[in-house]
């Protein structure tokens, strides 16, 4: 009857309005932009659109043009299907590091790192100094070749409960199994390589080409080349990894400088043989300005 029907929509209403305060939530923690869908109409894709009006059980995407993680509340079936949905949406699109955020994901690898058997950091160490990276990176890299080859059962013991801890500062209350956690890994590793892999960005400076890695830069403009290796060096020195910078990070270090998540703002200083970098703003622990060129 009609009175029935309209409590039904009304009880699918406040379940859409609680899973939407959920995603706002979590997107609060998150470092990607995300979207709440509610009803077929609102997808900007005409192809989701059509899938969502045949009845296809569709529970997120991610839509090209915004480039926003999508995620439509009407199929999701709890808080739990939606945080699983938004993470490997998230992972696959953006990656693990993207998703996490630099603070975030580098303590997260410092405690693997920390952790594991010396036999391991040496093959990581190992890894770092032939791909001319930085630990962080080549513990990223590793972990993602491990959940590929498998590896002890101690060892990815420490590596699972670290990363419910990661998802538990994210705000995700999920229960990530073994399988799961290597098919997680896996992604954000295609991603990280899309990362690593030769990009020009376009600066105020010039074209920016960063290489496999980050262990080479290179600026090029009107025909003359201007290595910026060195700040990529003095980056890592200061305990920021090249890897944690987006493209537009880098376009504003070289247009003005960013501002770190600690408030210190970097910025690239051009020298005599190539770039360096200056950092300034307020010191972490300190309430005093602070300077330096490196």
Not at 59 to 77: E, K
Not at 82 to 95: I, K, M, N, S
Not at 153 to 159: E, F, G, K, V
């Amino acid at each position: 009857d009609i009175a029935r029907d309209g409590q039904i929509f009304l009880s699918r209403d406040v379940r859409m309005d609680e899973l939407a305060r959920h995603v706002s939530f979590l997107a609060g923690k998150l470092h990607i932009p995300v979207e709440v869908i509610r009803h077929a109409d609102e997808a900007g894709s005409p192809d989701i659109r059509d899938l969502l009006s045949c009845g296809k059980d569709i529970r997120g995407w991610y839509d090209i043009p915004s480039q926003r993680i999508c995620l439509y509340l009407p199929h999701a079936r709890g808080k739990a299907d939606v945080e699983r949905t938004l993470l490997h949406e998230g992972v696959a699109h953006y990656g693990l590091r993207k998703l996490a955020g630099p603070k975030h994901m580098d303590a997260f690898l410092d405690d693997i790192f920390n952790g594991c058997g010396e036999k391991v950091r040496d093959e990581i160490l190992r890894m770092a100094a032939a791909d001319k990276t930085d630990i962080r990176v080549a513990t990223e890299e590793y972990l993602a070749r491990m959940a590929e080859a498998g590896t002890d059962q101690s060892l990815w013991d420490r590596i699972v409960t670290a990363f419910r801890n990661l998802l538990r500062k994210l705000g995700f209350c999920l229960e990530i199994g073994t399988r799961e956690l290597r098919g997680i890994l896996a992604a954000s590793r295609k991603n990280l390589t899309g990362i690593a892999e030769p990009a020009v960005i376009q600066t105020a400076r010039g074209d920016l080409e960063l290489s496999c890695g980050y262990g080479r830069a290179v600026l090029r403009r009107q025909g003359v080349e201007t290595d910026a290796t060195s700040l990529l060096e003095r980056m890592r020195k200061a305990g920021i990894s090249p890897a944690s910078l987006g493209q537009e990070d880098w376009k504003a270090v070289f247009n003005g400088g960013i501002i770190l998540p600690d408030g210190r703002k970097l910025m690239a200083v051009r020298e005599p043989a190539g770039y360096g970098m200056r950092i300034s703003g307020v010191s972490p622990g300190s309430a005093r300005e602070s300077g330096m060129e490196m």
